[in-house]
């Protein structure tokens, strides 16, 4: 079986987690900071705090940025359900906005339409690891002094301008789930520029909980326990080093797609702008005949290569249909979602089953 994603872990990686699990702190000790510090390093924000995971990390995000009950967040359907499920765990509305046939991120053009006087926050994804219009959603951000939210769960060591990912919007988000960049099993980190924000976070994370002057636990405030452990921390400062091999090694993958199925004239292959270097999360094609997505998904499985859909509308999920969403569409969005399949996109995809992919969708069609 292909799968679309699978993580790498080498030698140093079991290294790095058995000395720290044979070390004086499993939890909470030295790794913790050492791999936030690293974080921070490497994308250019002042602050990086860890989370057990990428939904985590996206609750403490929205819970510093203050986003409370009524408050409406503006947000790209097409994501995974934990970006708008933790919008609806602050009491919050997700309000969402279309998204762009080119690149399938949220369409900056459609953002200001929908503000009103209750919008808190603008929350975007950067789709299968392509930075959004980062300059132009920031403007948008601080004429209508709204908090401007990125959830690159796709997109760590992603460039935007010739900048990495992470410093840029209020708050950024990162996910360490196998599939994505680089993993600690589960994790997640958000990085900000904003130290009260940061100082917020670490708190909310642990209990909110802080030492009184005796060493006694007193809490502040209301808080979880999303804390990473310290296994997790060794585990993913070794592989945030291998990071840009890995993004390089994505690279490759998507020039062999971009040579094998480049003059195939059926389906759509992904396209990146000029401003941004794609971390390549994902590899999304889309079919020109949306009739044929489920017969090409189904005979691609029945020979071992497990396609998948990076996303339905999150709107079209039973519970958000059941929700108060019962009647949002979207134009693009739902046109992509009847068209767009994932195909398997991970460093160490061999590049004849690469091949074997190819033939098989070609196959398909002759
Ligand atoms: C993976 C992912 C998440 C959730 O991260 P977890 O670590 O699985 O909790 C959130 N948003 C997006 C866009 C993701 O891809």
């Known amino acids: 079986m292909i799968s679309y994603g699978r993580q790498s872990i080498g030698d140093d990686d079991v290294r790095a987690v058995v000395s720290t699990l044979m070390s004086d702190f499993i939890t909470q000790g030295p790794k913790v900071t050492e791999f936030e510090t690293a974080l921070a390093n490497y994308c250019g924000a002042f602050h990086c705090a860890v989370a057990s995971n990428g939904t985590a990390a996206l609750h403490l995000a929205y819970l510093a940025a203050g986003i409370c009950k009524d408050d409406e967040v503006i947000v790209t359907p097409n994501t995974f359900v934990a970006t708008t499920n933790m919008i609806l765990a602050c009491g919050a509305k997700p309000v969402f906005c279309d998204i762009r046939s080119d690149t399938y991120n949220i369409d900056e053009g459609k953002i200001e339409e929908l503000i009103?006087?209750?919008?808190?926050?603008?929350?975007?994804?950067?789709?299968?690891?392509?930075p959004c219009?980062?300059?132009?959603?920031?403007?948008?951000?601080?004429?209508?002094?709204?908090?401007?939210?990125?959830?690159?769960?796709?997109?760590?060591?992603?460039?935007?301008?010739?900048?990495?990912?992470?410093?840029?919007?209020?708050?950024?988000i990162f996910s360490f789930h196998p599939v994505k960049g680089i993993t600690t099993g589960e994790g997640?980190?958000?990085?900000?520029?904003?130290?009260?924000?940061?100082?917020?976070?670490?708190?909310?994370?642990?209990?909110?909980?802080?030492?009184?002057?005796?060493g006694f636990n007193?809490?502040?405030?209301?808080?979880?326990?999303?804390?990473?452990?310290?296994?997790?921390?060794?585990?993913?400062?070794?592989?945030?080093?291998?990071?840009?091999?890995?993004?390089?090694?994505?690279?490759?993958?998507?020039?062999?797609?971009?040579?094998?199925?480049?003059n195939f004239d059926k389906i759509i292959l992904p396209k990146t702008t000029d401003e941004v270097r794609s971390a390549w999360h994902l590899?999304?094609?889309?079919?020109?005949?949306?009739?044929?997505?489920?017969?090409?998904?189904?005979?691609?499985?029945?020979?071992?290569?497990?396609t998948n859909l990076h996303y339905p509308a999150v709107y079209n999920n039973p519970y958000y249909r059941k929700?108060?969403?019962?009647?949002?569409?979207?134009?693009?969005?739902?046109?992509?979602?009847?068209?767009a399949i994932t195909i398997p996109c991970y460093p160490d995809l061999p590049i004849e089953q690469i091949k074997f992919i190819c033939n098989e969708i070609c196959s398909f069609y002759n």
């Open 116 to 130: 009103t006087k209750n919008t808190r926050a603008i929350v975007v994804v950067d789709f299968a690891g392509q």
């Open 283 to 306: 590899y999304v094609i889309r079919v020109k005949d949306r009739e044929k997505r489920l017969p090409l998904h189904h005979h691609l499985r029945s020979k071992g290569i497990l």
């Open 188 to 214: 997640g980190a958000i990085l900000t520029n904003n130290k009260d924000a940061y100082e917020k976070m670490c708190l909310i994370r642990s209990h909110g909980v802080v030492k009184d002057e005796n």
């Open 218 to 262: 007193i809490m502040t405030e209301f808080g979880f326990n999303y804390r990473l452990t310290d296994i997790q921390c060794a585990l993913g400062l070794s592989q945030l080093k291998k990071l840009d091999r890995f993004i390089t090694k994505r690279h490759a993958v998507v020039q062999a797609y971009e040579r094998e199925l480049g």
């Open 133 to 172: 219009n980062l300059d132009r959603i920031r403007e948008i951000a601080n004429k209508h002094k709204l908090v401007f939210i990125e959830d690159a769960c796709h997109a760590l060591g992603a460039d935007y301008k010739g900048r990495k990912v992470g410093g840029l919007a209020d708050f950024t």
């Open 323 to 339: 929700n108060g969403f019962g009647d949002v569409a979207l134009a693009n969005m739902d046109l992509y979602a009847e068209t």
